[in-house]
């Protein structure tokens, strides 16, 4: 089925841990992004990718990094995870300017 | 920069009812706005978007009116459903022309009740 693919979907980190959140889209997008989403604040932006090669930072990216691996992958990193990060992480696509983005279904993940 | 304001929640309403949840914007230029809906354990879906003033967003016997002299776009339902039950969340894009991502709003709780 079309759409964004992300994994895992449920992941429980010690503090101080790594990992990594996987996303894949097969819709040819050229555009990718990462939120989070924290109770009574929204979604918040912590990084996008406007094209294969290129990434730039959102509203909130201290902590984490990514890597636009094709224009169909784009991973978020958490190099040493703190109980901040204990959220639940989106990953959309977009093809262009004027269209809704296309979002996955989410990593529920809890630091500990 | 750009931020979007929504009534806050939960909202509860009987099935049937009339809905409105208040959205309104402060953006740069002309932006394009968006509903999203989340229903429970899932991601995001489009409801609806509207790219310029005066423009009508509509699916699913939901409306919204870009209204640029008052920066808002409220959502309306003439008959809701208890399966409406979600969070409802406003956003725009700003018009730039980048690939910045979207503003959200903090989202609104709607519970109907049959």
């Known amino acids: 089925n079309a759409g964004v693919t992300q994994t895992p979907k449920f992941q429980v980190l010690k503090t101080g841990q790594s990992m990594t959140l996987q996303c894949a889209q097969d819709m040819n997008h050229n555009s990718m992004y990462w939120y989070r989403q924290d109770p009574g604040m929204g979604l918040r932006l912590i990084y996008y990718?406007?094209?294969?090669?290129?990434?730039d930072k959102g509203e909130v990216p201290n902590g984490y990094n990514v890597s636009r691996l094709n224009k169909r992958e784009f991973s978020l990193r958490l190099e040493s995870a703190a109980p901040s990060q204990t959220s639940v992480y989106f990953c959309?696509?977009?093809?262009?300017?004027?269209?809704?983005?296309?979002f996955g279904s989410g990593t529920r993940l809890t630091v500990v | 920069g750009d931020s979007v304001t929504q009534m806050e929640g939960p909202v509860t309403l009987s099935e049937e009812a009339f809905l409105t949840i208040n959205c309104t914007y402060t953006a740069t230029g002309y932006p394009s706005l968006f509903w999203y809906v989340q229903y429970p354990g899932e991601g995001l879906q489009l409801l609806l978007k509207a790219t310029k003033a005066d423009d009508k967003g509509s699916n699913k016997g939901f409306e919204a009116t870009y209204r640029k002299e008052t920066t808002s776009f409220h959502l309306e339902k003439g008959s809701v459903q208890v399966s409406d039950s979600a969070v409802y969340f406003c956003?725009?894009?700003?018009?730039?022309?980048?690939?910045?991502?979207?503003?959200f709003g903090k989202g609104t709780h709607l519970i109907i009740q049959p």
């Open positions: 956003a725009l894009r700003s018009g730039g022309g980048g690939a910045d991502g979207l503003t």
């Open positions: 959309a696509s977009l093809v262009t300017t004027n269209y809704g983005y296309t």
């Open positions: 990718s406007a094209s294969e090669g290129t990434t």
